[in-house]
């Protein structure tokens, strides 16, 4: 009955429409089910053509005999898309309406995008530059980096599952651990190190992750056939005293926000609190001050968006969305910090992954800052266009009062040059959002891929730390893959001169 009543509303609404009309209906009815409506110009005909409406009709059930939407995956993950229902067994859309989506998306998309206009850039100024060899291989892929505060460590993992720690003060390295796969998480707590290795690196549906416990020389693995994760959180949620994990499963075509408890026994038993792929990093936060600590996370493959998830009894969230995006923005990194000095946390997001197979130059990548109207609704307030915008570090780095913020982008415009994969906005603190743009020396640049802001050497300011990653997601000009995967650089520290 519900789908001959909204098969009859089809026919309803589209009597007396142009094509165009009823394109652009059915565009709006089914394309935005699942995720915000993307706009039909932010990406090139050529692009929708050969790559985005083969797979949005594999999803609606619609063959294309020049698409096969289970190619390379094994016969097990051929096995769980069609469980999952990944690729509808039927149509759900008419041939007839297929043929007017499309049309309409045609009609309307671009030949080309526009640029991002050249900007003023300035030298970065009061910080030094310190190159640093964690080992004497050339090329790097470090899939981690933190900053360990109690021991004045800079912490690394990498594509081969090492795990180091560097201490600058007297530039010495030291191998801690080797994990099965790329680590993409160590945390240390007092019950021992947390280790998250992602199992396999590139897109997959097969669930090879796990989490590990390294206490002293023992190892304890905690939770096995996790589907890519990419972050992981501690925290005892229900203080009870037995700290929870929470795993940005990030996945593939599937994907979940997993919480893993203890049981009486000490084992871990797995819920699933978001089934969708795209999980990305999670904080937590006390979002409606009830007294329970909530989780806040970012989702990226097509739902993009910021979410939290107020928590009730028993481990249990309600959820709601803080912030949504177009499923195109390549959501990648967000931050919860007071960036207007009004006393409750505005959302800094920054969008740029362009892995996927729409590798051109976006105008809409970049920073993004949502200000917090003081009841957790946030309106975009500032944008500031990066191409290949993946990560941020935001803080007050000249201590002048305002917030400046540090940008990485993996994916730049490699035709500009020196190519801008790092940018420091200088706050100016003239108006609400006036920053100068600085950029790195030639000498330093590099394929920056992770950043974190620390108090390295200990001394009162912020310092910001690089790292390199030469394992590329996409076509480089040769002379800079050559020159990149040849640098034994792992590491640039840019050391605040402040103090």
């Not at 720690?165 to 080797?178: A, I, V």
């Not at 989490?211 to 996790?226: F, N, P």
């Not at 959820?319 to 195109?328: E, G």
């Not at 780095?397 to 730049?412: E, N, V």
Request: charged share 25%; net charge negative; hydrophobic share 35%.
């Amino acid at each position: 009955m519900r789908l001959f009543v909204f098969l009859l509303c089809l026919v309803v609404v589209s009597c007396g429409k142009s094509k165009q009309e009823q394109g652009e209906q059915l565009y709006a009815m089914h394309c935005a089910r699942c995720h915000t409506l993307p706009k039909t110009e932010y990406l090139t005909k050529e692009l929708w053509a050969a790559y985005i409406l083969p797979e949005m009709g594999a999803r609606m059930g619609i063959r294309d005999p020049k698409f096969n939407p289970f190619k390379g995956y094994s016969y097990e993950e051929q096995y769980e898309l069609i469980e999952q229902g990944i690729y509808s067994s039927v149509p759900t859309i008419a041939e007839n309406d297929w043929e007017l989506l499309k049309a309409y998306i045609l009609q309307n998309a671009p030949d080309v995008l526009p640029q991002i206009p050249k900007r003023q850039t300035q030298p970065i100024k009061n910080f030094d530059f310190n190159l640093v060899a964690l080992d004497s291989i050339s090329g790097t892929t470090i899939s981690f980096l933190d900053f360990d505060k109690s021991s004045q460590t800079i912490l690394t993992g990498d594509l081969n599952g090492s795990i180091k720690e560097y201490q600058f003060k007297t530039d010495k390295t030291e191998q801690l651990f080797n994990a099965p796969s790329p680590v993409t998480a160590t945390i240390d707590t007092e019950s021992g190190t947390y280790i998250t290795a992602v199992g396999i690196l590139d897109p997959s549906q097969e669930k090879e992750g796990e989490i590990l416990l390294k206490q002293g020389d023992s190892i304890t693995t905690l939770a096995t056939e996790l589907h890519r994760p990419v972050h992981t959180l501690i925290h005892d949620f229900n203080t009870d005293g037995k700290s929870e994990i929470v795993v940005s499963e990030f996945g593939n075509l599937t994907g979940s926000l997993s919480l893993l408890k203890q049981n009486d026994q000490g084992e871990y038993e797995k819920s699933i609190l978001i089934q969708n792929p795209g999980a990305m990093k999670s904080i937590v936060r006390d979002m409606n001050n009830d007294g329970k600590d909530d989780i806040v996370f970012l989702k990226a493959q097509g739902d993009e968006s910021i979410m939290v998830l107020y928590q009730k009894e028993d481990l249990t969230f309600s959820r709601d969305y803080l912030v949504r995006f177009s499923p195109i923005y390549g959501t990648s990194w967000f931050e919860m910090v007071d960036i207007d000095h009004d006393g409750d946390e505005d959302i800094i997001t920054v969008h740029g992954d362009n892995a996927d197979k729409t590798q051109i130059l976006k105008p809409y990548h970049g920073m993004r800052i949502y200000l917090n109207d003081g009841n957790n609704e946030f309106e975009e307030s500032f944008f500031y266009p990066m191409y290949g915008a993946t990560r941020s570090e935001t803080a007050d780095f000249d201590q002048d009062g305002d917030m400046d913020i540090a940008l990485i982008s993996t994916f730049p415009n490699y035709d500009d040059r020196p190519v801008n994969s790092f940018i420091y906005l200088e706050n100016t603190g003239r108006s609400e959002f006036e920053f100068i743009t600085r950029t790195l020396p030639e000498e330093a640049d590099g394929k920056w891929f992770l950043m974190k802001a620390a108090d390295i050497d200990a001394d009162g300011d912020q310092d910001i730390v690089l790292s390199a990653f030469t394992y590329f997601f996409s076509t480089i000009p040769k002379d800079l893959a050559e020159k990149w995967s040849a640098s034994s650089a792992d590491l640039l520290i840019l050391e605040n001169t402040l103090h």
